[in-house]
């Protein structure tokens, strides 16, 4: 059983600080995604990362897979009260489903 | 196009009741899944399918049934509703083929509470 570890489990942070949360595993994943989830809706695709030490931006978003495809990180920079959330990531080892991890709930507050 | 639309968004039910929830996507993905999310224990996978007339059991498939008769709908259906299954749902879709990477398009949700 794969399983993706991510932490912290809850971060609440003062707009405009930077911030960074992890997702591990001891398992390799062929790619892994990062969503977000806003209250009351489901979740959305951020972004997914393939290759072993990829570094994607999205726009405050920094997302990085690590060499040896076994962790992934988001970093965002000067969080904004619109980037509260649950930040979920999943690892995808080419099978039919996805591995989702707990998730971080992120509350940026003005 | 809608992308996953689920119904109903709410739903209550009393214990030993029988529900269906209805999940229809309009993007001719080929894969669905339901799952459940529990307060602080992320998505568990109830069932999927990887196409019309196949269906297989996830992480927590138990009180639980599935069919996929058509491309675009997938209904979850519970027979003898329990407190335990007192939770959210969601479906998902996604288009595989050799190349792709089973991004998930998620639907807003169904909150049921089982009383």
């Known amino acids: 059983t794969q399983l993706l570890e991510q932490s912290p489990q809850f971060l609440s942070i003062q707009e405009g600080e930077n911030l960074t949360v992890y997702c591990n595993s001891s398992?390799?994943?062929?790619?892994l995604q990062w969503y977000r989830q806003e209250p009351g809706e489901g979740p959305v695709l951020l972004v997914t990362?393939?290759?072993?030490?990829e570094v994607k931006k999205l726009k405050r978003l920094t997302f990085q897979f690590g060499d040896a495809r076994k962790d992934s990180s988001l970093h965002i920079t000067a969080a904004q009260t619109g980037d509260t959330g649950l930040y979920l990531c999943?690892?995808?080892?080419?099978?039919?489903?996805?591995?989702f991890g707990k998730g971080t709930m992120l509350l940026v507050s003005p | 196009n809608a992308g996953v639309t689920q119904t109903p968004k709410f739903r209550i039910l009393k214990i030993g009741q029988s529900m269906t929830l209805q999940c229809t996507q309009d993007?001719?993905?080929?894969?669905m899944y339901w799952y459940r999310q529990d307060p602080g224990m992320g998505l568990k996978l109830i069932y999927y399918?990887?196409?019309?007339?196949?269906?297989d059991k996830g992480e927590v498939p138990n009180g639980y049934n599935v069919s996929r008769s058509t491309t675009e709908d997938f209904p979850l259906r519970l027979e003898l509703a329990a407190p335990s299954q007192t939770s959210v749902y969601f479906c998902?879709?996604?288009?595989?083929?050799?190349?792709?990477?089973?991004?998930?398009?998620f639907g807003p949700g169904t909150r049921l509470t089982v009383l």
């Open positions: 998902a879709s996604s288009y595989r083929d050799r190349v792709s990477y089973n991004e998930q398009f």
């Open positions: 398992s390799v994943f062929s790619s």
């Open positions: 990362v393939v290759t072993g030490g």
């Open positions: 999943a690892g995808n080892t080419g099978y039919s489903t996805l591995t």
């Open positions: 993007m001719n993905h080929n894969y």
């Open positions: 399918s990887v196409g019309a007339g196949i269906t």
